[in-house]
């Protein structure tokens, strides 16, 4: 990490964690907006990141282990990060305003509905793999949903 006056910890690599799995970066309320209008038609993971290294740093390979895993990958995975892009994450949050603040964090959205919240309570404390469950259970339980329903 580098420190210096006025610098905060260098960022990028946890940045790079999601982006590398393709996961589009959402830095400006713009941004948020865009892809909220955009991405209405099926599902969408927006990882909520955060530099918290009790939580976070499970969190992230949490979402590579479940992406690897699923055969359910949501259509569209976006991310806001945080206390880095202030102004993003509190106009994502305007999107699912039902939901206490929480970092980092998962939401799902079906249809720019959204569905399923992983708050920061459900990741500190667990193991990636752990974290990973959580999220293929999300995955899985939306998709045989929308199986029924194209049933």
């Given at each position: ?6 610098v ?11 982006t ?7 830095k ?29 740093g ?30 993003a ?12 603040p ?17 708050p920061?309570?459900r ?8 974290v990973?469950?959580d999220?293929l259970?999300v995955?899985?339980?939306f998709?045989e ?7």
């Open positions: 990490m580098q420190f210096g006056f006025g905060g910890p260098d960022t990028s690599w946890m940045r790079e964690e999601l590398k799995l393709g996961v589009e970066e959402l400006t309320p713009e941004d948020v907006d865009r892809v909220m209008k955009e991405y209405t038609d099926g599902t969408m993971l927006m990882v909520i990141n955060s530099v918290c290294g009790c939580a976070a499970n969190a992230r390979p949490g979402v590579e282990i479940a992406l690897e895993k699923t055969s359910n990958k949501p259509d569209h995975l976006v991310t806001v990060f945080a206390g880095q892009d202030k102004e994450t509190e106009r994502a949050r305007e999107y699912f305003s039902e939901y206490p929480s970092s980092p964090a998962f939401a799902y959205f079906v249809n720019g509905e959204i569905k399923a919240m992983v920061r309570h990741i500190e404390g667990r193991t990636r793999e752990e990973s469950k999220l259970m995955f899985d339980a998709a949903e929308e199986s029924k329903e194209n049933a």
